[in-house]
């Protein structure tokens, strides 16, 4: 047995753990726990103390000094992506812009359907590639756990195939990839029974597959106008959770209805929200649900942003992910996306940082990552600057000089 090696690296000027932060509600910047010229002791693939790179020193086998200045936080955590996609949809945006709507564009030819048809005829490998490819982008600037749905399949096999797209491409990339079974995105064109139909051949086909293959723990409905309703959603919904899976409500992005079926359902997170109501936010504040914020929807739709400030006053759990996607979300910046919320709905920054860290993870139940503290694993980034304030401020333009996964530097 080989016997791993403390390996220290620092000193940071500034290490924000991100520890000791309450799930739900407001925070204040003095809340955030900053060690200044700190130091990281890992492992193998987790962290053994974070402290003053001095007091660290003694303990190390290995030291990676660091030279300048470096601000540290935990490895990023985005919980809503859509990353496994073929095709563009640079036709839909410029439709947008020329004043259509999401909606009159799925209508009209654009759509999920469009972004359906070109998956559906990828490969597995050539999906694999894609999602490989969007993974190290977004690793690159930081992010080391991404959640990626399926739901461009809309058949059990091709959903099968998106989902073992996902699975392949996490065991290339260097990000943690999560999977979310998301076959119930829309009913399919080509499927000529009723939408209640089409989510029983899910229930049927589908599921116990993706269960069985352990291929995800969590499955995801999208209620909405041209979606699903919310009565084929709750009897979806409770099948799934009969079959043992976490569900999630892609709720309330243009009308509202899916928040109070999240709540009702117990779904781990409602994502989108853009249509909430202060009823509904009352309603998620007083419930176990994670409200799940997508400004990149947002930016992508040139539509409002959903009443984050509003979510956290109220008592909810605040996570922001970046919803990348060929349709509504084309960009796939989540701190850019963060920082630019941030300022619109005046959110401290401990609650835009904590909304892409610690409280993401949570949103994806993963209790490993997302804080700096022994025993986590050793995720995480450095920004070179001096103070953490300049990461927000620079509105996604200080891109990470150096990105570690499971102790492993995978961005110099
Ligand atoms: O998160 N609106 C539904 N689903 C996705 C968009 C998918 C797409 O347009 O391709 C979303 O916005
Ligand atoms: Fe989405």
Redesign the pocket.
């Known amino acids: 047995m080989t016997v791993k090696k403390l390996t220290l690296t620092g000193p940071f000027r500034q290490l924000l753990t991100l520890d000791n932060l309450p799930l739900k509600g407001p925070l204040h910047d003095e809340q955030l726990e900053v060690i200044e010229n700190a130091g990281i002791l890992t492992k193998g693939d987790h962290i053994e103390a974070v402290g003053p790179f001095r007091e660290l020193q003694v303990l190390a086998g290995d030291v990676i000094s660091l030279e300048g200045d470096w601000v540290v936080l935990p490895g990023l955590t985005d919980a809503?992506t859509?990353i496994c996609?073929a095709g563009s949809?640079a036709r839909d945006y410029a439709l947008r812009l020329q004043g259509k709507s999401?909606l009159d564009i799925a209508q009209q030819g654009g759509?999920?359907w469009s972004?359906v048809t070109h998956t559906r005829n990828a490969g597995v490998e050539e999906l694999t590639a894609l999602t490989v490819n969007r993974a190290e982008r977004l690793l690159h600037l930081g992010t080391t756990t991404i959640e990626v749905k399926s739901?461009?399949g809309l058949t059990a096999e091709a959903e099968q195939k998106m989902l073992d797209a996902i699975h392949e491409a996490n065991g290339i990339t260097g990000a943690d990839l999560i999977p979310t079974c998301l076959a119930a995105?829309i009913k399919p064109r080509d499927f000529s029974g009723s939408a209640r139909e089409y989510l029983d051949s899910m229930l049927r086909e589908l599921l116990p597959s993706v269960k069985s293959r352990k291929l995800s723990n969590r499955v995801e409905i999208?209620v909405?106008e041209g979606?699903f309703d919310t009565a084929d959603a709750r009897h979806y919904l409770h099948a799934a959770k009969g079959l043992g899976f976490d569900v999630v409500v892609?709720a309330d992005?243009f009308t509202r209805g899916g928040v109070q079926l999240a709540v009702e359902a117990g779904a781990l997170s409602a994502?989108?929200l853009e249509a909430t109501t202060d009823q509904d936010i009352r309603l998620i504040a007083d419930s176990s649900v994670i409200a799940v914020v997508?400004p990149g929807?947002s930016m992508g739709l040139g539509v409002g942003f959903a009443p984050a400030r509003k979510l956290l006053d109220a008592g909810a759990s605040l996570t922001i992910a970046s919803?990348w996607?060929?349709?509504?979300?084309p960009m796939g910046n989540l701190i850019m996306q963060a920082a630019v919320l941030g300022i619109f709905e005046k959110l401290t920054m401990a609650e835009t940082l904590a909304a892409i860290t610690c409280r993401a993870a949570t949103a994806l139940r993963l209790s490993d990552r997302g804080i700096l503290r022994p025993g986590m694993l050793a995720d995480f980034v450095a920004f070179p600057c001096g103070d953490y304030r300049e990461i927000l401020y620079s509105q996604g333009g200080l891109l990470p000089g150096m990105v570690w996964k499971k102790g492993e530097r995978v961005k110099n």
């Open positions: 809503h859509h996609w949809r999401y759509g999920i972004t739901g461009y995105h999208y909405d979606a892609h992005q994502d989108h997508l929807a919803d996607n060929p349709g509504s979300a």
